[in-house]
C-alpha cells in the first residue's frame, strides 16, 4: 500500500461513525487460566460505541488476526481493542492488521490484561477478571477519541555497534557487514577472540578453538565494512533507536565515539570461579576448574599423563560447579543470590574432555560425577555413549547429597551417596578433581545501568520473548547476541549472533526509521495565542508562537518535538495536545475505571 | 464494597515495561490497580488529578522515568506540578498521601511492589 493510500484511508476512517471491535485473547490458558475471558467480552459486546466483542484462543495467530478482518469488511468495524499480552510484543501485529485492512493503523488501542492482570493476580480470579473489563472499557473510550495518523520516519545512523569482539561480535559484525552495514567492534580486551583461544578441541567440529577464532579474526580484518577498537573502555552509551552514541577510551587514553543506528551486546560470559575450599579449590594444585584443564591438556604430550611432577592415574569430573545451585546448601555469589540456573553447555563439555582423555591416555581411570547428565545439543547424547564405552565410571548423586571431598598429600578421596546404586556410599581414591564450572554473566553494569537492560533472575540479559522476539532487548534497536543471553556452546552462539545481525540489518535497511507520529499538535479553533506553552519546551524550535490567518498561535514541528507532552499541562483551552495521546482520551478512561 | 482504585500512571519507556517485568517474573499484587502509559506524565495539568479524585479514585502513583526520563527537563517540570497538585489537594482536603510521584525503571520490580503496598495502606483510610 503506498503513502497516498494510506493517506485517503486515514481520512476515511477518521470521518466515518466509529465502529469499535474489541478482542480477548486467551493466550493459551495464560490469560483465560485466570481470567474469565466469556466474561469479559460479554461485558463489552454490551458497552457503547461496540459493535463486537469476541474471545479467541490466539488472538494475534493468523486465524485471529483473520476475525478482525473478516470484521472490518463485514461488520464495518473501523477501530479496534486488543485485550492480550502487553503492547511490547503484539501492539504492532494489530497494527498491521488494521493497515492490511485499509483502517489506519493508529485506531487501535492494545490493552494488557496478562502481564499486568492474569499475570499478578493469580490467587484473584474474580478481581483480575473485573479488572481486565475495566482496562478493555477503558481502551473503548480512548480509542473512540483517537485520530488517524500517520508515521513520522527519523534519519538513523547506518551502522551497528558491536560490543564485544569475541565469538558472537565477530559473528555479528560480519553477518552485518554481509547485508551492506557498516559495523563497529568495541572490544575491551588487546585482542579479538574473547574465550574462543582457551578452548581446545571443539564440539563437533573437532577444530580447535584459537584456529576458529583466527579465521573469524581474518575475516574480520579483510572485511572493509567492519572496524576494530580493541582495549576499548566504554565509559558512556546514551542515545535511543537509530541514534545512539557510545563513548570510549583508546589504549592510549584518548577519548573517542562510534554512532550507531543499533546495537548488539556481544558480551560475552565469565568462567565460575569456585571459592576457595569448594572441593578443595585453591588449597590444592590437584583440583582444576574444567576450562584450566582443557588449557593443561593441550600443552601436555600423549602418553602419561603426568601434573604437578606425579603421574595421575585418575581423574575425577565434579558437574555442576556453580550451577544449578541449592538455597542453603551452595555458598550465595557477591550479590547473595546463588547460581540456580543450569549452564546447558558443561555436561557435553565434560563428556567431551573425557572422551579426548580417554583418546589421549587410555590407561588413565576416569570416574564422572554428576547429578544429571544434559546432553542436550544434536548427537551430544554420543559422546555420553563413547565415555561410557571407554570406561569412563559415572555416579549420580542428588541435589542435597552433595559429594564430598576430603584431600591429603596421598590424593583426593571423593565421597558420593550414588543414585545408580539405590543410594550406597561409594568412596574412591582420585589423583586429580576437575571441577566443571558453569558460566556466569560477564561485568556490563556500567553499560546496563547507562542503558537500562534488562537482565532475568539469572543477571544474563533478557530478550523480550524467546519466540515472538528472539535476541531483541525491551530497549529499541539493542539486540543480544551469544552467552551475554544465557549460556550457550558455539554452534548457539553463531546462530544467535547471526540472528542479532539480521535484526539491526532489518531495522536499519532504509536510511530512515519510521517513528510513532506521537508529537504536539495544536487545535488552532481552540488556541488564543496565549503564549504560555513555547517557554514549557525543551527542544529549540519544535515550539513557537506563529500566526496563521492573522490569528496568533502556537506552531509546532513535527520533526523536532518528542512527544513529551509538557506543552500540553499548561494550556488553558486544552488547545495541544501530542497526537495519539490526548488528555480528553485520558479523562474518559479514568472514568471508565472510576465508573462503580 | 466498594474498591479503593488505585490509579498507576506509567511511562511508555520505563515504568510501563517495568510494570510489565513485575508480570513476567510472577509476582503478584491487588486487582484493584488500573496502569495507564503516557509518553510522560508531565502532560497532565493539575485539574487531571483533582478530576480524578473526584471522579472515584482512591490513590494515584505517579511512576515516572526520573532522571532516566529521555525528554529533557520533564521531569523537574513534572516535579514542580507535582508540587502544586499537593497544595490543591491540601485546599480541597485529600489527605496527600493518595497522591505519590516516583521512579520506577524497566526493572525496578521490588520498587515497583513497594510502591503499592505504600499506596494500598494509604487508600485504606479513604
Known amino acids: 500500500m503506498d503513502e497516498k493510500v494510506k493517506e485517503e484511508a486515514s481520512k476515511d476512517n477518521y470521518r466515518q461513525e466509529p465502529k469499535v471491535g474489541v478482542y480477548v485473547c486467551h493466550c493459551g490458558g495464560n490469560i483465560s487460566d485466570i481470567i474469565d475471558v466469556k466474561a469479559v467480552a460479554a461485558a463489552l459486546a454490551k458497552y457503547p460505541g461496540v459493535t463486537v466483542a469476541r474471545e479467541y484462543a490466539f488472538m494475534c495467530s493468523s486465524n485471529g488476526q483473520d476475525l478482525i478482518t473478516e470484521d472490518i469488511k463485514t461488520l464495518g468495524v473501523n477501530r479496534t481493542v486488543v485485550a492480550a499480552c502487553s503492547p511490547s510484543l503484539h501492539e504492532l501485529t494489530f497494527r498491521g492488521v488494521l493497515q492490511r485492512a485499509g483502517v489506519n493503523p493508529y485506531l487501535h488501542e492494545h490493552v494488557n490484561i496478562r502481564e499486568q492482570a492474569s499475570w499478578v493476580h493469580k490467587l484473584d480470579k474474580a478481581g483480575a477478571t473485573a479488572k481486565a473489563i475495566k482496562l478493555a472499557q477503558a481502551g473503548v473510550e480512548k480509542v473512540l477519541r483517537k485520530d488517524a495518523l500517520n508515521a513520522i520516519r527519523v534519519a538513523a545512523e547506518q551502522r551497528v555497534a558491536v560490543i564485544g569482539g569475541g565469538a558472537a561480535g565477530m559473528k555479528a559484525a560480519l553477518a552485518a557487514a554481509g547485508k551492506g552495514l557498516e559495523a563497529v567492534i568495541l572490544e575491551k580486551t588487546p585482542r579479538l577472540g574473547g574465550k574462543l583461544p582457551e578452548l581446545g578441541k571443539m564440539y563437533p567440529s573437532g577444530e580447535e578453538g584459537a584456529a576458529v577464532a583466527k579465521k573469524l579474526e581474518d575475516l574480520v580484518l579483510a572485511e572493509k565494512k567492519i572496524t576494530v577498537h580493541t582495549g576499548a573502555e566504554i565509559d558512556f552509551v546514551s542515545g535511543f533507536v537509530g541514534n545512539f552514541k557510545i563513548n570510549f577510551k583508546k589504549p592510549d587514553g584518548s577519548s573517542a565515539q562510534v554512532k550507531a543506528g543499533a546495537i548488539v551486546m556481544a558480551t560475552g560470559y565469565e568462567h565460575y570461579k569456585p571459592y576457595k575450599g569448594e572441593f578443595g579449590y585453591g588449597e590444592d594444585g590437584t583440583v582444576l576448574t574444567l576450562p584450566a584443564f582443557t588449557a593443561l591438556m593441550k600443552k601436555l604430550p600423549a602418553g602419561r599423563l603426568e601434573y604437578g611432577g606425579r603421574e595421575i592415574k585418575s581423574l575425577t569430573l565434579i558437574h555442576c560447579v556453580g550451577s544449578r545451585q541449592v538455597e542453603g546448601v551452595h555458598k550465595p555469589q557477591a550479590d547473595g543470590k546463588i547460581n540456580d540456573y543450569c549452564s546447558r553447555v558443561c555436561c557435553t563439555a565434560a563428556l567431551h574432555a573425557a572422551n579426548q582423555l580417554k583418546e589421549k591416555y587410555p590407561g588413565v581411570r576416569v570416574y564422572d560425577v554428576y547429578r544429571d547428565i544434559r546432553a542436550y545439543g544434536m548427537k551430544h547424547e554420543e559422546y555420553y555413549d563413547k565415555a561410557s564405552k571407554d570406561g569412563v565410571l559415572f555416579m549420580r548423586h542428588n541435589e542435597l547429597d552433595q559429594p564430598v571431598v576430603v584431600s591429603d598429600r596421598t590424593g583426593h578421596t571423593v565421597k558420593v551417596k550414588d543414585v545408580l546404586t539405590w543410594g550406597e556410599e561409594l568412596e574412591f581414591k582420585t589423583d586429580l578433581l576437575v571441577l566443571v564450572t558453569g558460566m556466569t554473566p560477564a561485568d556490563i553494569s556500567l553499560i546496563k545501568s547507562q542503558l537500562k537492560l534488562p537482565s532475568g533472575a539469572d543477571r544474563f540479559l533478557q530478550e523480550v520473548h524467546p519466540k515472538l522476539r528472539p535476541v531483541e532487548l525491551a530497549n529499541s534497536g539493542i539486540f543480544v547476541a551469544g552467552a551475554a543471553q544465557y549460556p550457550m556452546d558455539s554452534t548457539e552462539v553463531m546462530a544467535s549472533a547471526g540472528t542479532a545481525a539480521a535484526k539491526a540489518a532489518i531495522l536499519l535497511a532504509e536510511p530512515d526509521i519510521p517513528l510513532e507520529p506521537f508529537v504536539a499538535v495544536v487545535d488552532e479553533h481552540k488556541c488564543t495565542g496565549c503564549g504560555l506553552c513555547p517557554p514549557e519546551c525543551s527542544y529549540d524550535g519544535a515550539l513557537m508562537m506563529g500566526e496563521h490567518n492573522g490569528k496568533k498561535v502556537a506552531v509546532v514541528n513535527p520533526a523536532l518535538c518528542k512527544g513529551c507532552g509538557a506543552c500540553v499541562a499548561v494550556c488553558p483551552t486544552r488547545a495541544i495536545n501530542v497526537a495519539g495521546w490526548t488528555l480528553e482520551q485520558f479523562d474518559a478512561m479514568v472514568d471508565a475505571i472510576a465508573k462503580e | ?126
Open chain 2, 1 to 126: 464494597m466498594t474498591q479503593k482504585k488505585i490509579l498507576i500512571i506509567t511511562t511508555n519507556h520505563s515504568s510501563y515495561p517495568g510494570a510489565d517485568a513485575v508480570g513476567q517474573a510472577r509476582m503478584a499484587y491487588g486487582a484493584n490497580t488500573y496502569i495507564i502509559r503516557v509518553p510522560d506524565p508531565v502532560m497532565f495539568p493539575e485539574d487531571f488529578y483533582l478530576r480524578a479524585y473526584e471522579k472515584g479514585i482512591a490513590g494515584i502513583i505517579i511512576m515516572s522515568s526520573g532522571s532516566d526520563c529521555p525528554y529533557e527537563g520533564a521531569y523537574e517540570r513534572l516535579s514542580k506540578r507535582v508540587a502544586r497538585v499537593y497544595e490543591q489537594m491540601r485546599a480541597k482536603g485529600i489527605a496527600s498521601n493518595r497522591l505519590k510521584l516516583t521512579t520506577i525503571c524497566t526493572v525496578c520490580r521490588a520498587a515497583f511492589l513497594k510502591e503499592i503496598s505504600e499506596m494500598e495502606k494509604a487508600v485504606t483510610a479513604v
